[in-house]
């Protein structure tokens, strides 16, 4: 049996699946934030709501950028001051400009003032922030203590959330709760992980690096996520809630398969066992998400009474479609990780075209929530079929054996 299959199998003995089991722990924390959302705020708050949790996960494209940066040089026994100091400063710059360009976003997303809007920075500069201290403890394999982390900045960012919609049902007091437990997340890993006793060291700044790392990444989060942001702008706001709602089943069947890119990462960096990793990992995506998109439609209606409940009974119909856009888009999870370890910028490219017409096409033409859905099942399908044929024709053989890039969350 191929290395990689072994230790999908028994994935729970391995340092691996420890870390794959906090993540999936703390993405079932957020799915229980999403659905409490949904209950907790009606289908108008909850749609500003989504849009600002999908502007955080975007914006969390700077941390993983800064993670990676960081577990390089952790991994590879290199200077990690000058990554640290970059996650820093990155951090305060987005949390200065996010805050700016705060009554812009109360704008676009038709918030009630611009507070959410800075709530929302605040979270995206404290995840930078944090980002350091993950790094370090990821370059140096501690994959329990990372798994520990991760569970812990899930729970205070849920914690949080919670807290502030049982104060007040509303999107503004419940992204103030989430940013308050990002900030205290970050807190506790820069205690565990101490990143400031590097800081003295000698050596500038890791930008370049930096970008590198995220170029990608920035692509296909904003791909996976931006469709409840053109939901919230250019539908009704009880439609955008109504495909918000739908949304949590592209998150489910995106998410539950996460952990097997994290577990393949290491064979897709090796010429050897490539092939072999693609094989497997392919299959076994392909095969969870074929089976999650035909549960969900066999069970559509319970399953929306009860992630959402009958105020959103509207997108039952479409929750087929949305648990079949999860499923492509986790496909082209595995294959974007497998290009990334290659440093392939000619996936790069495709990412941000296809995100451009997404964009586009929807900006145009999207007034219904069908306008919002169909041409993102069009988009995964294109960066899948794209993957597919990279790997089939014309992967490339530029392999980076040192990067072990950060988990998407």
């Excluded at 949904?38 to 708050?45: M, V, W, Y």
């Excluded at 950028?65 to 026994?77: E, F, K, L, N, S």
């Excluded at 990143?195 to 791909?223: D, E, I, K």
Aim: hydrophobic share 55%; proline share 6%; net charge positive.
């Amino acid at each position: 049996m191929p290395q990689l299959a072994r230790r999908l199998l028994g994935a729970g003995r391995s340092s691996a699946g420890l870390l794959a089991l906090g993540t999936s722990v703390a993405n079932l924390l957020g799915y229980a934030l999403t659905v409490v959302g949904a209950r907790r705020l009606g289908p108008h708050e909850f749609g500003a709501f989504s849009a600002l949790l999908a502007l955080i996960i975007v914006g969390n494209v700077a941390a993983l950028a800064v993670q990676a940066t960081t577990a390089r040089a952790a991994a590879t026994d290199r200077p990690v001051a000058p990554a640290v100091r970059s996650g820093l400063v990155l951090a305060v710059v987005i949390g200065v400009g996010l805050t700016a360009l705060s009554p812009l976003v109360e704008s676009v997303l038709q918030l009630p003032s611009p507070v959410p809007a800075i709530a929302a920075a605040v979270a995206i500069a404290s995840l930078t922030a944090t980002a350091p201290s993950l790094g370090i403890i990821q370059g140096r394999e501690r994959f329990g203590l990372l798994a520990a982390l991760v569970t812990v900045q899930a729970a205070l960012r849920v914690g949080g959330g919670l807290v502030g919609m049982a104060l007040e049902p509303t999107a503004t007091s419940a992204l103030i709760g989430i940013a308050l437990g990002f900030a205290a997340a970050g807190l506790v890993a820069w205690l565990v992980a101490r990143p400031s006793s590097l800081l003295s060291s000698r050596g500038g700044f890791a930008v370049r690096a930096t970008l590198a790392s995220g170029a990608m990444l920035l692509g296909f989060v904003v791909l996976t996520n931006i469709d409840v942001i053109l939901a919230r702008h250019v539908l009704p706001p009880e439609i955008s809630g109504l495909y918000a709602a739908g949304s949590i089943f592209t998150k489910i069947a995106f998410w539950l398969p996460q952990f097997v890119p994290m577990l393949a990462f290491p064979a897709l960096t090796d010429p050897a066992r490539r092939r072999t990793a693609v094989t497997i990992g392919v299959a076994a995506v392909a095969g969870c998400g074929a089976a999650l998109t035909v549960l969900c439609w066999l069970v559509a209606e319970p399953a929306v009474d009860l992630v959402a409940g009958p105020s959103y009974d509207d997108v039952v119909p479409w929750v087929p479609g949305f648990a079949g856009l999860g499923a492509l888009y986790a496909l082209a999870h595995l294959l974007v990780y497998a290009h990334l370890a290659q440093r392939d910028r000619w996936t790069t490219g495709v990412l941000w075209i296809v995100l451009a017409g997404y964009v586009v096409t929807v900006e145009v033409w999207a007034s219904t929530l069908a306008g919002v859905l169909l041409p993102g099942l069009v988009a995964a399908g294109l960066i899948v079929l794209w993957g597919l044929a990279r790997e089939r024709f014309g992967a490339p053989s530029r392999y980076d054996r040192g990067e072990s890039p950060a988990t998407l969350t």
